[in-house]
T-cell receptor, first 114, second 111 residues
Framework: DGGITQSPKYLFRKEGQNVTLSCEQNLNHDAMYWYRQDPGQGLRLIYYSQIVNDFQKGDIAEGYSVSREKKESFPLTVTSAQKNPTAFYLC?????????????FGDGTRLSIL | QKEVEQDPGPLSVPEGAIVSLNCTYSNSAFQYFMWYRQYSRKGPELLMYTYSSGNKEDGRFTAQVDKSSKYISLFIRDSQPSDSATYLCASQKNTGNQFYFGTGTSLTVIP
């Protein structure tokens, strides 16, 4: 069954702690994305990657970091520099094309502050 | 101005009603349009995907794009309680893979 797996489903962060959210896909998609979803604000792009070992900042990259060492994996680290990390985090992937390939999403990780 | 605007609702309808969900966009470079359904505590699920202007039908769902007015619509016929969710519209340019999302409309279908 092809899809995107995000783990954990729920995550708690202490003050000053870095936490890493996992995203794995077996769709053989080239492009992967991280979004943050807050009530009333829709999806905001944090980072995206179109190829292994390369990634670009999105609209709200401050306080976050990513890596893309394998095509199927795109973990997101929420650093202690992110002062308001409580949100629902969504990972997505898509075929890389000139245009016209929709994104597919995982089921998200809900991050809260202890 | 946001690239894609969507009325957040909430929208509440009786079972069996026809639902109309709408978005507007500002960038004439957008060529691809999507509708996603998101249940509570879940990721968005792709419902409809269209290119340029016109209609696309899939069962009870019809997606409509009017590029002249920059208007995107999703119609749900014979709405069911299981349609209760947040619906997100999204747009994409012809080149590149950046997507632009609306804020979502919350729909409740009352049995």
């Amino acid at each position: 069954d092809g899809g995107i797996t995000q783990s954990p489903k729920y995550l708690f962060r202490k003050e000053g702690q870095n936490v890493t959210l996992s995203c794995e896909q077996n769709l053989n998609h080239d492009a992967m994305y991280w979004y943050r979803q807050d009530p009333g604000q829709g999806l905001r792009l944090i980072y995206y990657s179109q190829i292994v070992n390369d990634f670009q900042k999105g609209d709200i990259a401050e306080g976050y970091s990513v890596s893309r060492e394998k095509k199927e994996s795109f973990p997101l680290t929420v650093t202690s520099a992110q002062k308001n990390p409580t949100a629902f985090y969504l990972c997505a992937s898509s075929i890389l094309d000139r245009g016209g390939q929709p994104q597919h999403f995982g089921d998200g990780t809900r991050l809260s502050i202890l | 101005q946001k690239e894609v605007e969507q009325d957040p609702g909430p929208l509440s309808v009786p079972e069996g009603a026809i639902v109309s969900l709408n978005c507007t966009y500002s960038n004439s470079a957008f060529q691809y349009f999507m509708w996603y359904r998101q249940y509570s505590r879940k990721g968005p699920e792709l419902l409809m995907y269209t290119y340029s202007s016109g209609n696309k039908e899939d069962g009870r769902f019809t997606a409509q794009v009017d590029k002249s007015s920059k208007y995107i619509s999703l119609f749900i016929r014979d709405s069911q309680p299981s349609d209760s969710a947040t619906y997100l519209c999204a747009s994409q340019k012809n080149t590149g893979n950046q997507f632009y999302f609306g804020t979502g409309t919350s729909l409740t279908v009352i049995p």
